[in-house]
């Protein structure tokens, strides 16, 4: 059996987005800034970068936080202007827009698998899928060792965003990115 990996209507439409734009080049230039909480994740893999339109005058980067208390969003906003500015693009604005909410359904494919490598585990990796966006308490796939004999420790990981489960089978905590 083959498997076809899909993805969410709401980064197919991105990714249209995204490719269909005139601005390619400052959409290429921000795949360089990186989520402060999440090293591995660009604001693209993460879904935060969602837009880049031009007034007239400036370039309107839009962007959405992973929720609206992200203490991550000030740090993001810097390196995107420092990135801009590193790269002679001075007329700027950076727009932060809270609707439509963020939602896993917003990360790449990319970056979900960057998310397994760093350790860890993705909101991909719930056993029956994230259409109940609750947090599982066990059978999350661990991103070390790649067992489902594994539990919650704590709703809440090393950010919000994340729960802490453990593995059964290789005794290693890991924070799990939960559906959302």
Sequence with gaps: MTII???????????????????????????NVYDPEIPVLSVWDIGI????????????IIITPTYSGCPAVDAIKEDIAKELQDNQIFNYQIKTRLSPAWTTDSMTLEGINKLRAYGIAPPTDVLDGCALHITPTENILCPQCNSRNTHIISEFGSTACKALFKCHDCQEPFDFFKCI
């Design 5 to 31: 990996p899909t993805i969410s209507t709401v980064l197919y439409d991105k990714i249209q987005l995204r490719e269909r734009s005139e601005y390619t080049n400052i959409w290429s230039l921000l795949d």
């Design 49 to 60: 970068l969602q837009n880049i339109e031009f007034d007239g005058d400036d370039y309107l």
